[in-house]
């Protein structure tokens, strides 16, 4: 219902007209199920929902179950990619293979973990803050360019999911304070976190 509103809303600002009224024909199906109304729903971020219900209006998905399906088997495959990405986190803080294998495999087969991983709520903050994490890790070893901005878009991503996400700039604003007290160089490190702002406030 979330994806279904935002999109209906979105299409009537840009007038596309075919799915404002499909959206509209969905969201009234969608009422009868045991659902708070739209107003509970509409506070949440829609990086995840919006594209689904797109998804399920293009391949004209109908069966509620295999609405369900697609949004499960989504959760898990973002799941799986920010897996790969603790994997690399641990590689970088350990530099030993077994040791990394084994973190990766509790991370994923952790019981409270693994049952929310086709869940597509907490797990979709987690799994975003995750390869948050790695780019932020890439970011403050070498500052460069190309982790700058996937860190600003991953870390923005994970906070329109949660709030809580906001941590990862402040913490970012932080580490570069601590760089400038060694280096004096105001105008190198000033620049990049607004560079930084730019990406993740677009």
């Known amino acids: 219902m979330n994806g279904l509103y935002w999109l209906n809303y979105i299409s009537q600002v840009f007038n596309f007209e075919k799915i404002f009224l499909i959206t509209n024909l969905k969201m009234s199906e969608v009422n009868g199920f045991t659902l708070n109304s739209i107003d509970h729903f509409n506070k949440y971020g829609v990086i995840f929902d919006l594209p689904l219900a797109l998804f399920e209006i293009i391949f004209d998905i109908k069966k509620i179950e295999n609405v369900y399906h697609v949004k499960h088997f989504s959760s898990f495959f973002v799941f799986l990619i920010s897996s790969f990405f603790f994997y690399k986190i641990l590689v970088k803080r350990f530099k030993n293979f077994v040791l990394c294998i084994i973190g990766t495999f509790l991370f994923i087969s952790s019981p409270r973990i693994f049952g929310d991983s086709f869940l597509y709520k907490d797990v979709i903050f987690l799994s975003f803050f995750t390869i948050s994490l790695y780019f932020f890790l890439e970011v403050t070893r070498n500052l460069r360019i190309k982790d700058l901005i996937y860190f600003a878009i991953f870390s923005a991503i994970s906070f329109t999911l949660r709030p809580f996400a906001i941590f990862l700039p402040i913490a970012f604003f932080v580490i570069l304070l601590i760089k ?23």
């Open 180 to 202: 400038y007290f060694y280096t004096k160089n105001v105008y190198k490190y000033l620049k990049i976190y607004l560079f930084f702002l730019l990406f993740y406030f677009i």
